[in-house]
């Protein structure tokens, strides 16, 4: 790991994600890495999966095998597999793992 002599200065550019309508990105058959686009956590429960033009709830994407039914994360202790209670949220800042067993797939959030 290389450090720094001196401060540095960086520059962000870019548009915040419109927090009134879902917002969404398409997975890849395997192992996705994927985060809340807001800066709010977001419940894992309310996420939607779409496939094929139609959208399913999560519970209904993890009955038709669309996607596994908890995220991991992993940080210095190792993996975790988040709860698969109603409670398991998505954290603005982290990255999460899920498993999607067939390509063609997408994650909606919604906006609250």
């Known amino acids: 790991m290389k450090t720094l002599d001196k401060p540095m200065s960086l520059k962000l550019t870019g548009a915040p994600v419109n927090s009134t309508a879902d917002y969404g990105y398409q997975l890849k058959k395997g192992w996705n890495q994927i985060a809340t686009p807001f800066n709010w956590p977001v419940s894992w429960q309310n996420v939607k999966v779409k496939k094929g033009g139609t959208t ?38 982290y990255g999460y793992f899920v498993y999607v067993p067939s390509a063609g797939v997408s994650l909606l959030y919604g906006p609250g």
Not at 67 to 86: R, V
């Open 56 to 93: 399913y709830t999560k519970d209904e994407a993890v009955a038709l095998s669309l996607i596994e039914s908890t995220p991991f994360d992993h940080n210095i202790a190792g993996w975790k597999q988040l709860s698969a209670s109603s409670d398991a949220m998505l954290h603005p800042g």
